[in-house]
């Protein structure tokens, strides 16, 4: 290996020990055309270097990656739930009492569990205008609903089952109203 080269290897193996950005892309490019020989050398060096711990910046980074896009979107802008959720309902002239229900939704879908094509254009025009980013961006993206749990039962008799789903049986839901029309598309019927 020339001088030149196992120059440019030393500080790279510097900077690793004193914690600095190792810039390997700027170190081959300084290295013209040893490049070629120069990055097999720091392959190796960086296999058996012992690995640097975490820092809060680079955790945070990495936690942030698997936040819906719309969630690190308004937490890059300092806001939170509640402003997004009181500018929707001006914006879209609600009932002060509509307020709770439209959080409920708002954090469905930021969280990526509401289907966001069903969602209106005015409360998309909301959250864009607020957020600085398109609805695209914005969208998390469709995936598999979550697996259920299979569910196992033990043996018990006709009555008893029929007594438990008759105390489990959830109210009627309401009929649709502005709040479900926003978030959910307008009822059919």
Known sequence: MSPE???LLDELVRRHARG???DVEGTLRRAGDGADELAPLIEAFLARAPRRGLTPASLR???SLDDPPMLRA???KALKV???VDAIVTECELAPEARPRVRRYYQQLEGGILDPTRVAASV???ITGLLGRSRALLSAPAGPPPAAAPMYRAHASVDLQERLVTLSAPEPPA???EVDALFLGEPEG
Do not use: H, N, S
């Open 175 to 177: 009929p649709p109203d």
């Open 61 to 63: 980074f990495v936690q």
């Open 5 to 7: 080269l196992e120059t």
């Open 74 to 76: 308004r937490v890059a």
């Open 20 to 22: 600095e950005p190792l």
């Open 124 to 126: 998309w025009d909301v």
């Open 82 to 84: 509640d402003d997004v």
